[in-house]
């Protein structure tokens, strides 16, 4: 056992590693609970119309079933809320409301049984009538909704008139689906009137405030727990319909009811990534300097609201197109196009992903047209302010990450025409783009608990947000054994359920800048508290010896982190991503075979797992570049590949090495007490452009509709 404290920015060992190796890790699904019963959802056959009527005979009749809910027995439900801070229900509406149907494969009855096996045999001898109603699935065929909401700064029609240099593009991404490895599932039960929920969220607390809205309970009697997450990527903020209506069951019952869902139900009843189609105009000097940049994006949203009453979430593409570069004159405007599928919603760097490729992706055609490195045109336009808002950034190195990247990279090495370098049958081309995201922080509260056990000090850190597989429980004991001088075999970590200090969504990237100076918080409390006891000012702090001074088994802290006030300055994350791909254009094959990222992140809590983000976060960037889509059959409204074998991920044989790094002591102090900023989502960001720029640069070809797919290139 080491005995030595790790540090922050260290590289430490996950301390959640062996539990999940050895399967003690307990997911949702894991919870088996005595009299368990098994949910099994049956989805609608049809994308758009209404249930004229459900015949549970059989089902009711088939070996083990317990229940069947329907929208005529389903029961009353609270109205619920659907607005940010307080939870946000997947669909806009609560499950089995009415008879209407918006989608293909929302919930229209739910059967409950002894075994899931008995549960899904009951389920399809659910025989449910319908009368469908015309529908649209896809986004070029629907009419569209312009939002009010439309940043502009100067004047950007005059500007594009009157510019020497013009360029106007339309970049389009698919649908995408966030896909975790764990799908979504949730075992609810009932104590003494109080909902017990274990659940696969980003956020217990969403949870909380959802179900107790829903059954009309004060939010202290329903508790969340979602100690482990096997990935979410977004596709967990929401409470889905499976997790409402297993607490339904559950109480009707008064037995534990479970609901798993299956990939093909993930892929169809939890909302994707919405597709988009940016429009980008834009007016540029001669030497490449910006003078115009307009961005009108087509995105969809479900139809269930009605357009009036649009969902709060739409695919917010032009928050990083208006604050990257800088720029006089700027406008976006975002147009919504209701679809007949489940409510889009937030998936691994929502607008930046999707806003990059398509302002990223112009300058790179800029760049070309005007004989520039891409590199250089980036530069010439490089904004030490929130190009939007004029604030400063706090604490902004971009200039850095491109230049230690092109460094890695050998960038200084790259012809600027097309087709220069070959390697046998493959055509090599080197791609670059820039990356960030904004930094956020929430508030949050974690508690930091000493005890003194069997001649030795023990620490407790506790908080409910949940560590979505990104290595929170890692995090949060190094930031404790670094201000604490503790071992991290000493340190438990505790996450994931409604009855730890309060903790905001895990989402937006924000849970390290929000939970880690609270954690730090707490120790700088105890530290005070204990260093109180000490004999003379340079004794060593033996936590031990002091809490046993002051009499104390046991001593607790809680810090706080308040919510992002800063009128002054800006605070986002920057990096640089250098990609070389080989394309045999005979075969329309792409394949990337290096890749290096220098990120601008603030202070690294832990290099392990910030490292591990980083590389996770370019392998999404390589699957929304070349694979990821889910299409959906205009003639029924159902994905074509509504499973993990058609939807493609990329495996180890698509990812080449990774080679990641961020720049060291540059913490944003006026962001945090440890300055560092969360580094989930910025390693997708800019990966997809910079694939296209290399793919361009390999063979001339310019491809602006993700993703890049041999059909695309033939
Ligand atoms: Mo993340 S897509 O903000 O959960």
Redesign the pocket.
Known sequence: MSTTSPRIGGFADRIDARSKVTGQARYAADVVLPGLAHAALVGSTIASGRVLGVDTARAEQAGGVLLVLTHLNRGPLGDLPNGDGDGLTADPRPPLADDRVHYRGQIVAMVVAESPEEAAHAASLVDVRYEPAPFVVDIDDADATRLADAPRRGDCAAALRAAPVTLDVVYSTPIQHPCPLEPHAAVAHWVDHDLVVHDTT?WVRGDQAVLARAFGLPRERVRVHAPFVGG???AK?FTAAHVLLAAVAARRLQRPVKAVLRSSEVLTAVGPRAATRQRIQLAAERDGRLLALRHHTRSHCATDRGVADLDPFYEPTSGVTRMLYACPHYEAVHDVVPLHLAKPG?????GEATGLWALEGALDELACALHLDPLALRLRNHSSRDAHTGKPHASEHLRECYEQGAERFGWARRDLRPRSMRDGDAWLGWGMATATYPGNRDPASVSVRLDRERGRIHATVSTAGADLGTGMYTMLAVVVADALDLPLEWITVELGDTRLPPCPVT??SNLTASTAPAARAACVQLRRRLLAFRRAPDESADWHELLSRAGLDQVEAVGTTDAVHDDARAHHSFGAVFVEVRVAPELGRIRVTRVVGVYDVGQVVDATTTRSQLIGGIVFGIGQALLEQLVHDPMHGLPVHADLAGYLLPTHADVPEIDVDWLEDVPDLAFNTIGCRGVG?IGITGVAPAIASAVHHAIGVRLRDLPLTPDRLL
């Open positions: 980003q979410s990527f977004g903020v937030w998936m691994r760097a929502p989402g937006g989502e």
